[in-house]
């Protein structure tokens, strides 16, 4: 349906916003030449900024691969205004804010957020990375370490490595060629040996490219646009214009040597994957017609006559996505990414074949009006309607769009396909030929049947040259399949109207209460858009009570999903989106978007379930992707691993992974064929509806699946037993004791280790929570800057708070390439010795600070439907219907003292505190595997050292679970 325009018209200048949207905009030039986008939204919490430097990787000088990200990091340490090191990111951090940037091959980005009343000041320190920053040497070589660390944890990353195998197989004259983050041998050891001071080099590199006529600033405020204005215009007028040149770097990445290529590669991880990528037209210099976008439509189409719809019909592939992904203003690169399973693995050709078939299809049936403006439509309305997200991350975009689009679609970049111009798609359309495609094929099993490796991620691979011809046969012998274009898309809302709600419930009621189900309902009473957020959660007993009956589930809610796919990927593409997971005690089905045909997409998933049939073909492709995602654990990040070691300690009702795996090896169609019946044999439905949906349209939609699942002459579900109703449980630590659960790492290539300090504290309670909470605020940049900063444990430095079912805590995560577990665990407590005198000499001032940065974040309203929705389900599925958090929360804040903190960190947190709980996993890289013996030997006493963890949890008490303390009445 057609969607009012609607525009914001400031200078003369008209800027394209969406109909929903009352933030004010406006375009300024500095008169240093920096283009501003200034945007004033009096209704936010946060403001924010986002400074984007056209300047990347491709500009980092020969033999200093890197210097660009390098220097994105180094710009966080300090200024001439603010000499102190990390003031910067301590000011934001305690304040309630945070801040990233990123490098990319043509420009750099640097953002953060802040609370309101702590804008002018956090947008002064951030204006001086680009007026006088401070770089020096010692600072430089303790950065270098973070970066090289950085790099260490992509070593092993498939994703980092195929997309550097893409780059080397280029023109070595190419910027694209580049290896772009940098580590310690290109930004130390070789520039030392040559003689460079990387130093030198990089105060160079800025001074030479960082120029405000080539950078571009958007600030989203809270105060009127003249005074934004006013602040801009008082903190950015120093930076430097040196009057410089935005790079471009015209010519080819790909010359015929480059095309026409098969590429074989050994990935890390279990699986296989192909990726065709076709060099072609940038779709920017047409962004309004779309082209790549089109073809990413319909190529990545899983529809019934889809490419992909084929592949898994044949069982030959799991997944499929399509688009222009790797572009700038002189190349662009189309790529089609296919997963594949073990068969499909063996029918490669035949893949290839059918893929270029499509393409031919399309080439056959010429452009499709219809198509293209089913799709316009599609992308206005979710222009028009679009959710309020954080301003950091609406910012960072807007400001990239700046340099490239004009003024008028700043807002809009690439979303709005509005210009149907067949010729233009046509063009794109005969790139995608045999003649131009590059082939990358990965599988572990071409280990050893590879003869080149890649030289920074050292990635084993192959390359052969394939003809136009060979590729015409794979078409000729491909299976016939009928392939067509897709339907016309039924879930397009044509019904954008808001409901006129009677009782605006300012938090979710009890609307409904059986033995079948409870439902919870909340109107939207904040956003006004056409959106509505179900969540149904199916409390199944059966579901966690063995290894064996997890994984069924899971196969179970695959398996659903896989059968909806063809059909429910039409809501999907038209802004309807849904789920089938799992959950603590079962599965939960999710449904997001808008509200107009949710209910069609609803009732036929509650079918599915009610009529689910084991179908033997679709049962093995899951399974075997479900191994292989098992297998592939060993090959998670070290801090994941450790991350997961602790849930498993810590949380009843969970199974190792290894057990999982031992399951599935013996798993048939027939287990899960008998198991889902019992499954869902006894069943509790926690439901929750919010948005623009009324009373008693929510209660029709639960009573319609209670008659479906409960009510039937065969019903397929019957309710709980008061005795079933689960309850999820956590193991309570002893007070005064430390636990230690030690373990090698499961990637025996991987050198990384890392650590999860675990501290339990308490069962939720509003005194206690903001107690952690605080310390966790003023104690969070403490961590970084010691442990990251200063001594550069590792890139991966974080404190982090915990919640298992309403049971606190907060941990402790680094990963670290250069010490082992042992060592970073006694920088921990280091830390925590250490921080108890800085407690004690925090000003009242200090403190006073740190509880309104609090109290702001807490007072911080939902910018959406599903922001709201998913703290209110946390309360309900948690079982805590604490609504009032926030609120609570707040006012014990503002009620507590300096000294309650102290005696707060000194009962639980400090070193030797009398009901300290601590738990340390540690996870041995294989650079320190040999410190694990004499780490185990050297654990203080009093101490528990876990050997065996079903076993330990077992023989630990547990703490109460709020969903079992009695059930709401209506």
């Known amino acids: 349906m057609a969607v009012e325009k609607s525009n914001t018209t400031v200078d003369g200048v008209s800027i394209l916003k969406p109909r929903t949207d009352n933030r004010e905009y406006r375009k300024i030039v500095l008169k240093n030449s920096l283009q501003v986008l200034l945007i004033s939204d009096p209704d936010t919490d946060k403001c924010a900024a986002s400074m984007s430097v056209s300047i990347g990787s491709f500009s980092d000088p020969q033999g200093l691969e890197g210097l660009a990200h390098f220097l994105e990091h180094m710009l966080f340490y300090a200024s001439a205004k603010y000499p102190e090191e990390d003031s910067y990111s301590k000011y934001i951090t305690e304040h309630g804010g945070s801040t990233n940037a990123y490098t990319s091959s043509e420009e750099t980005n640097y953002h953060f957020d802040i609370n309101a009343d702590c804008f002018s000041e956090a947008l002064d320190r951030f204006a001086q990375f680009f007026i006088k920053p401070l770089m020096s040497a010692e600072a430089t070589m303790r950065e270098i370490k973070a970066v090289d660390s950085e790099n260490q944890k992509n070593l092993l990353s498939d994703g980092w490595r195929m997309r550097q195998l893409q780059k080397h197989l280029s023109k070595e004259d190419h910027p694209f060629h580049k290896f772009s983050t940098g580590n ?144 700038t203003l002189d190349y662009s690169f189309f790529t089609v990414s296919i997963e594949l399973t073990d068969a499909g693995h063996e029918h490669m050709q035949d893949i290839l074949g059918l893929l270029f078939k499509y393409i031919q299809l399309l080439q056959q049936t010429g452009v499709c009006q219809w198509i293209f403006d089913e799709l316009a439509a599609i992308c206005e309305t979710k222009f028009h309607y679009q959710d309020k997200t954080p301003p950091m991350s609406y910012i960072v975009d807007i400001a990239s769009n700046l340099q490239i689009f004009p003024t008028r679609d700043w807002l809009v970049g690439l979303s709005l396909p509005s210009k149907f111009n067949p010729a233009t798609i046509q063009k794109v359309v005969d790139e995608l030929s045999p003649s131009n495609a590059r082939i990358f094929w990965e599988s572990q099993k071409f280990e050893g049947q590879t003869d080149k490796n890649e030289p920074w991620y050292n990635t084993a691979y192959s390359l052969e040259k394939i003809t136009s011809s060979t590729i015409q046969e794979w078409v000729k012998s491909a299976p016939d399949v009928n392939l067509h274009l897709p339907a016309p898309n039924v879930f397009i809302p044509t019904d954008l109207s808001l409901k006129d709600v009677k009782n605006k419930e300012t938090v979710p009621v009890l609307l409904r209460n059986s033995p079948f189900s409870r439902l919870w309902y909340k109107p939207d009473t904040i956003f006004s858009k056409p959106k509505a957020y179900f969540k149904m ?424 679970s709020f969903r079992g303390c009695g059930q709401p009445k209506l």
């Open 184 to 327: 310690m041998d290109t930004l130390h050891v070789k520039p030392q040996a040559k003689g460079v001071d990387t130093t030198s080099e990089l105060i160079k590199f800025y001074e030479e490219h960082y120029s405000a006529n080539i950078m571009h600033l958007v600030v989203y405020g809270k105060e009127s646009l003249d005074k934004i204005q006013d602040l801009v215009e008082g903190m950015f007028q120093e930076v430097q214009n040196t009057n410089k040149t935005i790079p471009r770097f015209p010519g080819q990445p790909c010359t015929s040597d480059h095309l026409q290529i098969l590429v074989k590669a050994v990935p890390i991880k279990q699986g296989h994957k192909i990726n065709v990528s076709w060099p072609v037209t940038p779709s920017i210099h047409r962004y309004e017609e779309a082209p790549c976008r089109y073809l990413g439509h319909l190529i990545g189409h899983e529809g019934e006559g889809s490419l992909f719809h084929a592949l898994k019909t044949l069982g030959w592939a799991t997944g499929l996505s399509a688009g222009e992904g790797d572009w």
């Open 537 to 960: 959660d199916f409390n199944c007993p059966l579901a966690v009570s063995s290894p064996d009956a997890a994984v069924l589930t899971d196969i179970f809610t695959r398996l659903l999903m896989d059968y909806l796919n063809e059909y429910a990927y039409y809501a999907q593409v038209a802004g309807l989106h849904y789920g089938v997971s799992l959950s603590d005690n079962g599965f939960e089905l999710t449904l997001l978007g808008y509200n107009h045909k949710l209910r069609i997409l609803l009732d036929t998933v509650i079918e599915k379930i009610a009529n689910f049939e084991v179908k033997p073909d679709r049962f093995a492709v899951i399974k075997e992707t479900v191994t292989k995602e098992y297998q592939n654990y060993k090959f998670r990040q070290p801090y994941h691993q450790a991350m997961y070691y602790c849930s498993l300690i810590l949380q009843d009702q969970t199974w190792p992974w290894t057990e999982e795996l031992e399951v599935l090896s013996h798993l048939e169609a027939e287990d899960v064929a008998k198991f889902v019946p019992m499954l869902l044999s006894r069943t509790f439905i926690e439901c929750y509806i919010a948005g623009n949906v009324e009373d008693n349209e929510a209660e029709s939609m639960v009573k319609h699946v209670e008659d479906v699942l409960f009510n039937d002459p065969k019903p397929k579900c019957r309710p709980l037993f008061p005795s079933q109703h689960l309850t999820n449980r956590v193991v309570k630590l002893e007070e005064g004791m430390k636990y230690f659960y030690h373990q090698d790492g499961s990637n025996p290539s991987d050198e990384n280790s890392a650590l999860v300090h675990y501290i339990q504290v308490h069962r939720d309670d509003f005194a206690m929570n903001i107690k952690l909470q605080l310390f966790g605020l003023v104690a969070k940049q403490a961590t970084f800057h010691q442990l990251r900063t200063v001594e550069q444990l590792g890139y991966i430095t974080a404190l982090a708070q915990r919640n298992d079912s309403g049971i606190y805590g907060v941990q402790f995560i680094i990963q670290s390439s250069v010490k082992g577990p042992g060592h970073i665990d006694s920088r921990v407590e280091l830390l925590l010795k250490n921080f108890e005198s800085k407690l004690h000499e925090m000003s009242d001032e200090e403190f006073k600070s740190n509880v309104t940065a609090l109290i702001d974040m807490k007072l911080e309203k939902y910018k959406n439907l599903k922001e709201e929705s998913r703290f209110y389900w946390q309360e309900i599925q948690r079982g805590t219907l604490k609504f009032n958090r926030k609120e609570a929360e707040v006012a014990a804040l503002r009620q507590l003292q300096k000294q309650e903190l102290i005696d707060f960190f000194e009962e639980y947190i400090k070193i030797g505190a009398a009901r300290k709980k601590s738990l340390s996993i540690r996870v041995y890289g294989s650079q320190h595997l040999k410190e694990m013996a004499s780490d185990k030997d050297e654990v203080p006493s009093p101490s528990v050292e876990i050997e065996d963890i079903v076993g330990f949890r077992k023989a630990q008490p547990l703490h109460g």
